[in-house]
Each structure stands twice: as C-alpha cells, then as structure tokens.
C-alpha cells in the first residue's frame, strides 16, 4: 500500500471545466458538492484507503522562526494568493494507477448547475512510499 496526497486546488491548477467559483454558487450546489467528498470518503473508509481528509479555510498566514527567545514571526493573512489549496485527502491504496482512478472521480464532484466540474486535482506520492530505483537493484 501506498500513500498519496490528492490536493484540489482553489486556484493554481489547470481551468476546470465547469470553471464557475465556489463562491458563486448556490446554497443547493454547494451542499451538493459536500454531500459527493462525504459519499467518495465513506466509500474509500469502507475499502479501507480513506486516511483523512479536509477542506480548508481560503486565508492562512506565513509564520517563520525569528531566533532564541523571539516570538515567531507572522505574515499575512494573504486572502489573494496565486496558489490556493482548498483541501485535500490522503488515500493508501495498491498503486499509482488506483491513486489516478480515485482522484478521477473526485474530480467529478458536482459544481455550478449540479454538473461535474472535472477540476484539476494534483496527485502527490508520500516520499519513501514508493521504492527507490537503487532498492529495486537490490532486491533483483
């Protein structure tokens, strides 16, 4: 098994199809939309690859170490950033291909009008997760 982090992006990927933003849908689309990310990880729960999951608030700020015994130091909030993470699930599954296959239809969740917005989410492998080429040879 295998972990990998699906991140949907709010703003930094690719165009969706259903290009229309959260924040312009209704009430109705948007409960929609959550109904189909609870339903995908109650279904992957089941199957036993679902790790966690979480949608995220759009601000965050930047926070850094200042040295000994200075508090840290903050930036932002940065409500308009280029790159916007609006969640993400971790998945543990056999292969890359099943990670490709669920992050497919995730991205189908519903958006504007109830129609698949067919989102761009990014697929991201767990570092060490995967076997390196040089522990390939080894086992060979």
């Known amino acids: 098994m295998a972990k990998y982090l699906l991140l949907k992006h709010y703003r930094g990927a690719p ?9 312009q849908w209704t009430p ?3 409960s929609a939309h959550m109904q189909y990310m609870n339903d995908f990880a109650a ?3 089941g199957t036993g690859e679902f790790v966690d999951g979480q949608a995220l608030a759009p601000e965050g700020t930047f926070v850094r170490y200042d040295g000994e015994g200075r508090p ?3 930036d932002g909030p940065f ?7 609006a969640g993400w699930m971790v998945i543990d599954v056999d292969s890359y291909e099943r990670a490709i296959e669920l992050a497919g239809e995730l991205s189908a969740a519903p958006g504007a009008g109830g129609k698949p ?5 990014e697929v991201r ?11 390939c ?3 060979g």
């Open 117 to 121: 917005i067919h989102e761009w989410l």
């Open 137 to 139: 040879h080894a086992h």
């Open 125 to 135: 492998p767990f570092l060490g997760a995967a076997p390196t080429i040089t522990e």
């Open 28 to 30: 109705e689309e948007i």
């Open 15 to 23: 165009a969706a199809v259903n290009d229309v933003p959260m924040d």
């Open 72 to 74: 840290p130091v903050t």
């Open 79 to 85: 409500a308009e950033t280029k790159d916007l993470i």
């Open 43 to 45: 279904r992957l729960e």
